[in-house]
């Protein structure tokens, strides 16, 4: 069965910080990649999707960048965070063989950023 | 005009009654429909998905779409205290080498004993 890691759950960083939130799925291969972001109380915004290595699409212009030097591997960075990126980071999946199938998510990310 | 469009709520709903959640979109060229629940803290979760027009049947959830009127919605029978919730809406559509899921607001559901 395919699953998806996530980590750090929470995470605290002062402003101008650098950023690295690491993404991988098991159990596939080829997936969709995205990453969104959910500011408290509000729904989820896409930030970025690939479709395979290398493939990065960006959604919102932003202190954001985002890599992806594995096939199930999808990583969110920055060189240095703003108070207003903190939020909840969700990494997701989807099967690209399949035209309209859902999308699974990762356990998410809390970023704080002070 | 938002792609994905929701009531914020809250929606306050006695237990055992129906619980009716809408959302409407923008784009025509939207393809699949997808309610997730997400409970404060966690990760959103798949409830139910839906393709064609009409209703779609999935034990206590329904859900119905009429994409001549770009609309979605999906009802719950039975409302459980543990139904209490942020249900989120999400319409994907195909461009030309990818697709997306684009996310609506969410609608805060409480179910009172």
């Known amino acids: 069965s395919q699953t998806i890691h996530q980590w750090p759950a929470t995470l605290v960083q002062p402003v101008g910080s650098p950023l690295s939130l690491e993404c991988t799925v098991e159990?596939?291969?080829?997936?969709?990649l995205y990453w969104y972001r959910q500011a408290a109380g509000r729904g989820l915004q896409l930030l970025f999707y690939?479709?395979?290595?290398?493939?990065i699409s960006s959604e919102v212009p932003q202190n954001l960048s985002a890599s992806r030097p594995q096939d199930r591997q999808f990583i969110l960075s920055s060189k240095k965070l703003l108070l207003s990126d903190s939020g909840f980071y969700l990494c997701a999946w989807r099967d690209r063989g399949l035209g309209n199938t859902e999308a699974f998510f990762g356990q998410g990310t809390r970023l704080t950023v002070v | 005009q938002k792609e994905v469009e929701q009531n914020s709520g809250p929606l306050s709903v006695p237990e055992g009654a129906i619980a009716s959640l809408n959302c409407t979109y923008s784009d025509r060229g939207s393809q699949s429909f997808f309610w997730y629940r997400q409970y404060s803290g966690k990760s959103p979760e798949l409830i139910m998905f839906?393709?064609?027009?009409g209703d779609k049947e999935d034990g206590r959830f329904t859900a119905q779409l009429n994409k001549a009127s770009q609309y979605v919605s999906l009802l719950i029978r039975d409302s459980q205290p543990s139904d209490s919730a942020t249900y989120l809406c999400?319409?994907?559509?195909?461009?030309?080498?990818?697709?997306?899921?684009?996310f609506g607001s969410g609608t805060r559901l409480s179910i009172r004993p």
């Open positions: 999400a319409v994907c559509r195909r461009y030309s080498s990818a697709s997306k899921i684009i």
């Open positions: 839906i393709y064609s027009n």
């Open positions: 159990g596939t291969s080829n997936p969709n």
């Open positions: 690939s479709v395979g290595i290398g493939q």
